[in-house]
């Protein structure tokens, strides 16, 4: 599992259906956003950190955040019911402007179901609640290496406005 793929080479697949995460989802989740961090990382920190770090790590951040209020995590399932994304949203406060923004947490789509369109009808998705829930911008973060993931939040008009940026000190 990983962020999003790009579906440019299928069309979406109609069939495919939102529904609020329950109890039962519990152990996707988690498994899906470790595996979206840590191919997030580079190869460095993945090194250096180690894999328990991170965990650990993760857990206090998905703590964070999953008690603000607004949060969602949402399953994408296909026609036979099969879990194939998810869609973690929520509110983010804009650290430049203070403006609270709809901020996408995690999107992705599990390994065997990317470039069928998954990832962009979930981000659509989360574009309809951030409108819904009247927000005027709605920001996620994205790898600087993952490619597939930035050309689909490209497609969909995501402009970059920041960059993060990182020097190792040895």
Known sequence: MSETSDPQSSAPDASLRFRPATAADEQFF??????????????????????????DALEET????RA?????????????GERVGLLWYGCN???????EEAW???????????GRGYGG???RHAEALARKDGYR???????????????????????ASNF???KRLR
């Not at 406060?93 to 403006?99: D, K, M, S, Y």
């Not at 996408?104 to 990317?114: A, E, R, T």
């Open 121 to 123: 009808q979930l981000v």
């Open 164 to 166: 993060l940026m990182r």
């Open 104 to 114: 996408i947490y995690n999107v992705s789509v599990v390994d065997d179901c990317q």
């Open 68 to 80: 603000r209020q607004g949060n969602h995590v949402i399953i994408a399932e296909n026609a036979e």
């Open 93 to 99: 406060r804009n650290l430049v402007t203070g403006e």
């Open 30 to 55: 988690r498994k899906i956003e470790f595996s979206t961090t840590w191919s997030s990382l580079d190869p460095e920190d993945r090194r250096s950190l180690g894999r328990s770090h991170v965990e």
């Open 62 to 65: 998905v703590a964070i955040l």
């Open 137 to 159: 911008v709605l920001g996620l973060m994205v790898a600087s290496h993952n490619e597939p993931a930035r050309r689909l939040y490209e497609r969909l008009e995501f402009q």
